[in-house]
């Protein structure tokens, strides 16, 4: 479905922000009001994360640089992040597992790419901050139980 709406999308939006292209009203409109809303969104995500994950286990988060999403590590996670989508799903919170984005790497055994996820921070607060809170959980989870059987 993705695909079909991709390649025979609407008029109706591109209609609808022409003027504001041509008037250039639209770059006014992404410095002043996108992304200022969208940064505060992603300063929002990281402070949860931090409070969210501590030091409970390992993680890091790379760089927010513009994107809707955050991308965390959890370096060492004892379960592959398709293993840990899965989990999450059961839970209601939807991530992309980071293999998806290491496609054309030479290295297929590199742990990198199965210990990465995608988190959205477009919804509400009260959404990432659940969400959040629920991977903690289930990557805690993880660890310990890597820790109870290695």
């Given amino acids: 479905m993705t695909a079909i709406t991709g390649l025979a999308n609407p008029s109706g939006g ?12 639209i770059l006014s409109l992404s410095r ?7 940064e505060k969104k992603s300063r929002f995500a990281q402070s949860v ?21 955050l991308w965390l590590w959890f370096p060492g996670l004892p379960i592959p992040s398709a293993e840990l989508y899965e989990r999450l799903k059961i839970r209601q919170v939807l991530v992309i597992p980071g293999h998806h984005f290491f496609f054309g790497c030479e290295t297929h055994d590199w742990p ?11 919804m509400d ?26």
Avoid: N
Wanted: one cysteine or more; aromatic letters at 10%.
């Fill in 14 to 25: 591109q209609q609808i922000a022409l003027p504001l292209i041509r008037s250039g009203e």
């Fill in 32 to 38: 002043e009001v996108i992304r200022p809303f969208y």
């Fill in 49 to 69: 994360a931090k409070e969210a994950f501590g030091e409970k286990f390992p993680w890091m988060m790379h760089r927010s640089e513009g994107a809707l999403f």
């Fill in 112 to 122: 990198h790419s199965r210990e990465c996820i995608r988190v959205s921070f477009a």
């Fill in 125 to 150: 607060e009260v959404t990432v901050r659940e969400g959040l809170a629920v991977i903690a959980e289930v990557v805690e989870r993880a660890f310990q139980t890597q820790s109870v059987t290695g």
